[in-house]
C-alpha cells in the first residue's frame, strides 16, 4: 500500500471540505481557460495520467476514446466503481503503457510536483514517445508561492517550480510551449509536440 492508496480511502470527502473546496474551484477554473484552447480530434485519444479518484479524467475535452491511470490501485479501483465503461489502469506515469505516438491529448493534473528535475525529465521523454506529433499536452504545477512553501511544510514531499523550468526540461523533449496561467497555488502550461 503506497500512501495513495490510504488517500484514496478520504479523497472525494477531503475536496468537499473548506477551503480546499475553494481552492480547487479555482484550480479547475484555471484549467478550463486553458483546455478552451485545446482541440482534440473527434476519433482521437485522450489520456488522463494520475488520475486519482477521477475528477481530472471529467475535464478532458470531448473524443471518442478516454484512458485515464494511475499508480494507486485504492485510486483505481474507485474510479472504476464511480465509472464501469472508462479505461482505468493502473500504472506508473514514468513508464506509460500505451503504444509509441498514439495519444492525442495528454494530461496530467496534480502529478509534477511530487517528481524530482530527473524524473520529470524522464516523464516529459515518456509523453514524447506515446503523444502523436501536434499532440497537445496539459500539466499543472505548483509554484513557488507562500501556499507552496506551506504544502511542503504540512504535507508530503512536493517540489515548487517556476513555469520556466518546466518550459525548459519539456523543450528537451520537443514540446513547443503554447499557453500557461497561473494562481497563487498552481501553474498550467499547455505544450504542442512538435
Ligand atoms: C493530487 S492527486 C491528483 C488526482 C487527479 N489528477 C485530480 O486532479 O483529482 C495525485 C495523483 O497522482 C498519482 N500519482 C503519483 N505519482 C504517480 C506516478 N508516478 N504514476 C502514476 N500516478 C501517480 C497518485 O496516486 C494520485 O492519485
Redo the contacts with the bound molecule.
Keep these: 500500500m503506497?500512501i495513495?492508496d490510504f488517500?484514496?480511502i478520504y479523497?472525494k470527502a477531503f475536496?468537499r471540505i473548506g477551503p480546499f473546496n475553494l481552492i480547487l474551484r479555482n484550480e479547475q477554473n484555471q484549467i478550463n481557460k486553458a483546455l478552451s484552447l485545446i482541440s482534440v480530434p473527434t476519433n482521437g485519444l485522450a489520456l488522463?495520467?494520475?488520475?486519482?479518484?477521477?475528477?481530472?479524467t471529467f475535464l478532458m475535452p470531448v473524443t471518442k476514446t478516454f484512458v485515464s491511470?494511475?499508480?494507486?490501485f485504492g485510486?483505481v479501483s474507485i474510479q472504476k466503481r464511480s465509472n464501469k465503461d472508462l479505461l482505468c489502469i493502473n500504472?506508473?506515469?514514468?513508464r506509460i503503457p500505451l503504444k509509441d505516438n498514439s495519444v492525442d491529448y495528454a494530461q496530467?493534473?496534480?502529478?509534477t510536483e511530487?517528481?524530482q528535475n530527473k524524473?520529470l525529465a524522464l516523464f516529459s521523454l515518456e509523453l514524447s514517445n506515446v503523444l502523436k506529433v501536434s499532440g497537445k499536452l496539459l500539466i499543472t504545477f505548483t509554484p513557488s508561492s507562500l501556499f507552496g512553501i506551506g504544502r511542503q511544510l504540512v504535507g508530503s514531499k512536493i517540489y515548487l517550480r517556476k513555469k520556466e523550468e518546466i518550459i525548459s526540461i519539456f523543450a528537451k523533449n520537443g514540446f513547443k510551449h503554447i499557453a500557461h496561467f497561473s494562481i497563487y497555488t498552481q501553474g498550467v502550461i499547455v505544450f504542442e509536440k512538435s
Design positions: 503506497n495513495w488517500r484514496s479523497y475536496r488522463d495520467i494520475a488520475s486519482g479518484v477521477g475528477h481530472s491511470m494511475d499508480f494507486s485510486m500504472a506508473n506515469a514514468l496530467a493534473i496534480g502529478l511530487y517528481f524524473e
